[in-house]
């Protein structure tokens, strides 16, 4: 599935949802389904953005990935564990859109994904950004990153719809 479809799939998956829904949280240390929404918005714009610098970026950059980032794209995704950022790199996700607030915010995501697409078949390989665990990634590996970390947090929708059963409206 490519990001597009995902993030799609996603958007669809909201009109399940309630807004007392997108918003439970099972437990303070647990995100609710509106706050995962939002770090996968979050997260995919800021690859965007790292994904245009190195189309932008004429410098060429002979260093590469870190050995956790040649172990996740030779696997083609994150492993299927919860990953815990740093405190200084993990702030909440925010708790308050609408529904129809995300589902504006992954068609824009999804529109800006369409109109990056083409261009990173043209890109120079040997331009690259820096991510803070992966190591030096380009154009197109951020690009690629942005389906990997989005088909990730499948896995935790499943989790927190597990708590939505047992949670009423």
């Not at 909440?92 to 992954?106: G, V, Y």
């Not at 331009?127 to 389906?147: D, R, S």
Request: glycine fraction near 6%.
């Amino acid at each position: 599935m490519t990001a597009i479809e995902l993030l799609s799939r996603f958007k669809q998956d909201l009109d399940q949802y309630s807004s007392n829904q997108l918003r439970y949280k099972e437990k303070t240390d647990v995100w609710s389904i509106g706050q995962m929404y939002d770090h996968i918005i979050v997260v995919a714009h800021e690859y965007l953005d790292e994904m245009e610098a190195c189309l932008t970026n004429a410098e060429h950059q002979p260093l590469g990935k870190t050995e956790f980032g040649e172990l996740l794209f030779s696997d083609g995704g994150f492993p299927p564990i919860k990953i815990k950022l740093p405190d200084e790199m993990n702030g909440p996700p925010d708790n308050t859109d609408s529904r129809e607030a995300l589902k504006r915010r992954l068609d824009d995501l999804i529109t800006r994904l369409e109109k990056c697409e083409p261009m990173i078949h043209a890109a120079d390989p040997n331009c690259k950004a820096l991510h803070g665990g992966f190591g030096w990634l380009n154009a197109q590996e951020w690009y690629t990153l942005i389906e990997m970390h989005t088909r990730h947090h499948l896995r935790q929708q499943t989790d927190l719809e597990q708590y939505l059963r047992a949670f009423h409206d």
